[in-house]
């Protein structure tokens, strides 16, 4: 039943909002099924806690992975909601683009996404991973202007038919699980996949052909390079909340996705095959990433490549494996995703007050913005994996473990690729940040929805980056546990 | 064993011709629909073949997917795309960038590429070459009609023979996945279409054409 909850209060209550017109009612009915929402998470990853693992029928299940990434996308949501409180003030009544249906789109975007990380069926994760694509392409589109449309319908294509690609290799896995024996009721449950990988693997070409689809599949969600177009523009063209829930929530859900496979995989025929894989395209989103950063003209499509560098980062880890690099990777992936959402906010106010993302429209914001200034200045420093922040620990982790096996390749090329991107942040932000203000800008306080949300934003990437929490550190190894 | 066993035990293999040939005939197909006429009959063969699995492997679910198939790909969404085409009164061109003649030696060049690559699996999964060849022809081809065709509705209908394709893969090597699964998968691309559906409005609203290849301001 626990998990029935946190999937039936986004669905229902994105019915219920459309049933507000008034944009300040819908608000606050939002943020009031928000907070249950996390209410009902937390409530699933403390019993997942106590008894190790939920079942709810065939297709629900939570495990320590699960409950990681649930807690992952409870807080992200939450501080979104807040921002988009304040952030949707401006916003009039269209036709399908006011604050209501606004919020109901979010809320179905949530329930794909929570439904992503509880599902136990591998053909049940697909149909909701196609789901997430379908509830976000909508709100890319939100703002029906011809960028927001073009990226909408990028998006909207691009990823079906990477995802076409994910239900063609999960189809060969069940094929490969099926002529090995199993039930075909049973051969699409990732536990029982588990329990009998020793024996799917005894035809390894199957498995690997699937993984390789699977991979090619989700990556193009995870935005891995070379299939990562859809993710500029849908992150630069999108309101400014969904950008956040984009790179911080839903990158790590198609990550998710990965790894379950990846288990199976590696138990299957071994973690050579798999890790390499995740390694090649881990280093090669870096690359390629890193560079393009330093010749953004666009403020969101800065961070948009941003988020593909540190999905780079996390497949590293994955592929390399072992503890610390699968410490360092799940880290990371929380880290990144808050990192991100402060990023965003501030790149959000911005756009509010100074009307532009382009970089070299923005000039001495730190004397015309401060407090968004301030917090552009730390979401930056700790994107770049600058020690105090949390983000340097999670990429030392990383490295350690590259370091560790040996391989010196991953080391140079993730050091390298660090500067490079060290430096295109340092010339970007230098830019925006000093001289003199075009105009004074008025109202450049922020108020109290955008001051709670960076703040909490800016004060966990702090906290995290001097002592990871007990708590915290306890679902970290709990969710390692189910992956080795 | 009857007749009819004979014949259902055969039509897997023997059916994979009408499917080439809707795809050499899609290939060269200039109006938008002939193409979604094209799709409606390929649909038709898959449900064919999906109903003869059926009744040889005795299996009532997928007796189920395959009234599914006919009840969505043969009539709901041609219907849907004809609907379509009307309300949006756009050229009736597909707009291809390749000409007829090139459109065929590449689909005819998928097809040997298709057969080469099922050739070494086909005999590892038991089943027949032909199937599985269309199968995988019948995937490369709804990508190169996405990549080839300029109009939107175009991209549509190549994702769906892509979608044909996979789900032609699906049945032949393990007679479906799952009901419950089959039918999610079904509620998805409706979904899909939907969504696509209500973008092509925009963008023929807000641009006045639905010339895809023009969509390109967002670059690097």
Same mark, same amino acid.
């Given at each position: 039943?626990?998990?029935?909850?946190?999937?039936?209060?986004?669905?229902?209550?994105?019915?219920?909002?459309?049933?507000?017109?008034?944009?300040?009612?819908?608000?606050?009915?939002?943020?009031?099924? $928000? !907070? @249950? =929402?996390? *209410?009902?998470?937390?409530? %699933? &990853?403390?019993? /997942?806690?106590?008894?190790?693992? +939920?079942?709810?029928?065939?297709?629900?299940?939570?495990?320590?992975?699960?409950?990681?990434?649930?807690?992952?996308?409870?807080?992200?949501?939450?501080?979104?909601?807040?921002?988009?409180?304040?952030?949707?003030?401006?916003?009039?009544?269209?036709?399908?683009?006011?604050?209501?249906?606004?919020?109901?789109?979010?809320?179905?975007?949530?329930?794909?996404?929570?439904?992503?990380?509880?599902?136990?069926?591998?053909?049940?994760?697909?149909?909701?991973?196609?789901?997430?694509?379908?509830?976000?392409?909508?709100?890319?589109?939100?703002?029906?202007?011809? $960028? !927001? @449309? =073009?990226? *909408?319908?990028?998006?909207? %294509? &691009?990823?079906? /038919?990477?995802?076409?690609?994910? +239900?063609?290799?999960?189809?060969?896995?069940?094929?490969?699980?099926?002529?090995?024996?199993?039930?075909?009721?049973?051969?699409?449950?990732?536990?029982?996949?588990?329990?009998?990988?020793?024996?799917?693997?005894?035809?390894?070409?199957?498995?690997?052909?699937?993984?390789?689809?699977?991979?090619?599949?989700?990556?193009?969600?995870?935005?891995?390079?070379?299939?990562?177009?859809?993710?500029?523009?849908?992150?630069?063209?999108?309101?400014?909340?969904?950008?956040?829930?984009?790179?911080?929530?839903?990158?790590?859900?198609?990550?998710?996705?990965?790894?379950?496979?990846?288990?199976?995989?590696?138990?299957?025929?071994?973690?050579?095959?798999?890790?390499?894989?995740?390694?090649?395209?881990?280093?090669?989103?870096?690359?390629?990433?890193?560079?393009?950063?330093?010749?953004?003209?666009?403020?969101?499509?800065?961070?948009?490549?941003?988020?593909?560098?540190?999905?780079?980062?996390?497949?590293?880890?994955?592929?390399?494996?072992?503890?610390?690099?699968?410490?360092?990777?799940?880290?990371?992936?929380?880290?990144?995703?808050?990192?991100?959402?402060?990023?965003?906010?501030?790149?959000?106010?911005?756009?509010?007050?100074?009307?532009?993302?382009?970089?070299?429209?923005?000039?001495?914001?730190?004397?015309?913005?401060?407090?968004?200034?301030?917090?552009?200045?730390?979401?930056?420093?700790?994107?770049?994996?600058?020690?105090?922040?949390?983000?340097?620990?999670?990429?030392?982790?990383?490295?350690?473990?590259?370091?560790?096996?040996?391989?010196?390749?991953?080391?140079?090329?993730?050091?390298?690729?660090?500067?490079?991107?060290?430096?295109?942040?340092?010339?970007?932000?230098?830019?925006?940040?000093?001289?003199?203000?075009?105009?004074?800008?008025?109202?450049?306080?922020?108020?109290?929805?955008?001051?709670?949300?960076?703040?909490?934003?800016?004060?966990?990437?702090?906290?995290?980056?001097?002592?990871?929490?007990?708590?915290?550190?306890?679902?970290?190894?709990?969710?390692?546990?189910?992956?080795? | 064993?009857?007749?009819?066993?004979?014949?259902?035990?055969?039509?897997?293999?023997?059916?994979?011709?009408?499917?080439?040939?809707?795809?050499?005939?899609?290939?060269?197909?200039?109006?938008?629909?002939?193409?979604?006429?094209?799709?409606?009959?390929?649909?038709?063969?898959?449900?064919?073949?999906?109903?003869?699995?059926?009744?040889?492997?005795?299996?009532?679910?997928?007796?189920?997917?395959?009234?599914?198939?006919?009840?969505?790909?043969?009539?709901?969404?041609?219907?849907?795309?004809?609907?379509?085409?009307?309300?949006?009164?756009?050229?009736?061109?597909?707009?291809?960038?390749?000409?007829?003649?090139?459109?065929?030696?590449?689909?005819?060049?998928?097809?040997?590429?298709?057969?080469?690559?099922?050739?070494?699996?086909?005999?590892?999964?038991?089943?027949?070459?032909?199937?599985?060849?269309?199968?995988?022809?019948?995937?490369?081809?709804?990508?190169?009609?996405?990549?080839?065709?300029?109009?939107?509705?175009?991209?549509?209908?190549?994702?769906?023979?892509?979608?044909?394709?996979?789900?032609?893969?699906?049945?032949?090597?393990?007679?479906?996945?799952?009901?419950?699964?089959?039918?999610?998968?079904?509620?998805?691309?409706?979904?899909?279409?939907?969504?696509?559906?209500?973008?092509?409005?925009?963008?023929?609203?807000?641009?006045?054409?639905?010339?895809?290849?023009?969509?390109?301001?967002?670059?690097?």
């Amino acid at each position: 039943m626990l998990l029935l909850v946190p999937l039936a209060i986004p669905v229902l209550g994105a019915g219920l909002i459309l049933c507000f017109r008034n944009p300040r009612v819908a608000t606050r009915v939002a943020l009031l099924l $928000g !907070a @249950l =929402e996390i *209410g009902a998470l937390g409530a %699933v &990853v403390w019993q /997942v806690h106590a008894r190790g693992e +939920l079942r709810q029928g065939l297709y629900l299940r939570a495990d320590g992975l699960s409950s990681f990434f649930l807690m992952g996308i409870a807080f992200i949501s939450g501080l979104v909601l807040v921002y988009a409180s304040g952030y949707l003030r401006h916003m009039g009544e269209g036709r399908f683009s006011s604050p209501r249906w606004f919020y109901a789109l979010v809320f179905l975007f949530l329930f794909t996404m929570i439904s992503v990380c509880l599902s136990a069926n591998l053909g049940f994760l697909w149909i909701m991973m196609e789901g997430t694509t379908l509830a976000s392409a909508l709100l890319v589109g939100f703002y029906n202007t011809e $960028g !927001a @449309l =073009e990226a *909408g319908w990028k998006y909207l %294509v &691009v990823c079906t /038919v990477g995802i076409a690609f994910a +239900l063609f290799g999960t189809i060969v896995l069940y094929l490969a699980a099926v002529k090995a024996g199993m039930s075909p009721a049973a051969a699409l449950d990732w536990v029982s996949l588990m329990d009998a990988a020793p024996r799917i693997g005894l035809d390894p070409h199957l498995v690997k052909l699937a993984f390789v689809f699977v991979i090619v599949g989700y990556g193009t969600k995870v935005g891995f390079v070379p299939m990562h177009s859809w993710l500029p523009d849908a992150h630069a063209e999108a309101p400014t909340p969904i950008s956040a829930l984009l790179s911080a929530v839903l990158l790590n859900c198609a990550m998710y996705a990965v790894m379950r496979y990846d288990a199976i995989v590696s138990r299957a025929v071994g973690p050579a095959f798999s890790h390499t894989l995740l390694l090649i395209f881990g280093v090669t989103s870096m690359v390629v990433a890193g560079l393009l950063i330093l010749v953004q003209q666009n403020l969101k499509r800065l961070m948009a490549y941003s988020s593909i560098e540190h999905m780079g980062i996390i497949a590293i880890g994955l592929g390399l494996g072992g503890p610390l690099g699968l410490f360092g990777a799940l880290l990371h992936a929380f880290n990144h995703s808050v990192a991100k959402s402060l990023l965003f906010f501030g790149a959000g106010n911005v756009r509010h007050h100074v009307h532009t993302l382009r970089i070299d429209g923005i000039r001495g914001i730190s004397r015309s913005m401060p407090q968004t200034s301030a917090a552009l200045l730390v979401g930056g420093l700790a994107i770049v994996g600058l020690p105090p922040f949390s983000l340097f620990i999670s990429e030392f982790a990383i490295l350690s473990e590259a370091f560790a096996q040996a391989r010196y390749l991953v080391v140079i090329l993730f050091l390298v690729v660090l500067s490079v991107v060290f430096g295109g942040f340092a010339f970007h932000f230098f830019r925006m940040l000093c001289g003199e203000p075009d105009r004074d800008a008025e109202n450049s306080r922020l108020i109290p929805s955008e001051y709670i949300a960076m703040g909490i934003a800016g004060s966990c990437l702090l906290f995290f980056g001097a002592r990871i929490p007990y708590l915290f550190g306890l679902l970290l190894r709990e969710a390692m546990a189910v992956l080795q | 064993m009857g007749l009819v066993g004979i014949a259902t035990e055969k039509i897997l293999s023997s059916f994979s011709v009408f499917l080439f040939l809707t795809i050499l005939l899609l290939a060269v197909a200039r109006r938008i629909s002939t193409c979604v006429l094209l799709f409606s009959l390929q649909s038709a063969v898959i449900t064919a073949e999906v109903l003869a699995t059926a009744f040889q492997e005795k299996l009532v679910g997928v007796y189920v997917v395959g009234l599914l198939v006919f009840a969505i790909k043969v009539v709901a969404i041609p219907r849907a795309f004809f609907l379509l085409t009307k309300r949006l009164k756009t050229v009736r061109d597909v707009k291809a960038s390749t000409t007829p003649t090139q459109s065929v030696f590449i689909a005819v060049a998928m097809i040997y590429l298709s057969y080469a690559a099922v050739h070494s699996y086909g005999q590892a999964v038991q089943v027949p070459d032909d199937a599985l060849a269309a199968a995988i022809s019948l995937i490369l081809t709804g990508a190169f009609l996405m990549v080839s065709r300029k109009k939107a509705l175009m991209q549509m209908l190549g994702l769906l023979v892509l979608e044909n394709g996979i789900f032609l893969a699906a049945l032949i090597t393990t007679f479906g996945m799952p009901l419950v699964i089959e039918i999610g998968i079904f509620f998805d691309i409706l979904m899909g279409l939907l969504l696509m559906g209500i973008f092509t409005f925009r963008i023929s609203d807000t641009f006045e054409h639905l010339d895809v290849s023009k969509l390109r301001r967002l670059r690097g």
